[in-house]
């Protein structure tokens, strides 16, 4: 699966609202690794400082889910190669939990194995620490390809609105590629 495909996965509501009306709505688990966000452009990142470890992870465990058109779930992410300087003048790397509050709906490629299936979920974030600043909101889309392991062609993104981390995003326009770790389907 290319990851460009990910921008077909992010369709117009109506047809959103279609395929939640059809086919329910999607939870997923996962977990794993891909690159850092400071592998795409380690300058775009301010007000972020890069890591001088230009092969840093993003690590990342989730429990989407989804009843009767109802997010809820968490999310564990820390990106290892973005750093941030708190209020107490400690720089350490970007880190939140997440508690899903919403879905935005299941996006079906066709076929799992060839195209994937997706979801988009919503939610609120808590900086790790919490002393680092203000919590905010983040948005994750993830898709499986049906595959096991990694290297198979899941993908996940995840932007960050308001709070600390405002701004930050790794993925979601183009999607990352698992390099580690599986994202699956719940059926």
Known sequence: MDVNRLRNYLSPISIVIGILALAGCPS???GGWIFSACDQNPAFFFPFTCAVDSTAKATFGFDLNCDDG????ELQYRDHGVLV?????????LSIHGEVNNVRGPCVGGNIESD?????????????????????????IVVDTGQLGPNKGDLIGIQLFGGV???????????????????????
């Open 116 to 140: 994937g299936f997706g979801g988009s979920y919503t939610g609120t974030y808590t900086p790790q620490p919490p002393t680092m600043g203000a919590p905010g909101t983040f948005e994750v």
């Open 165 to 187: 981390f405002d701004g930050y995003s790794n993925g979601v326009l183009n999607g990352k590629e698992l390099q580690g770790g599986n994202i699956a389907l719940q059926e």
């Open 85 to 93: 300087t708190g209020p107490d003048l400690k720089e350490r790397k």
């Open 28 to 30: 997923f688990s996962g």
């Open 70 to 73: 109802t997010g809820f779930g």
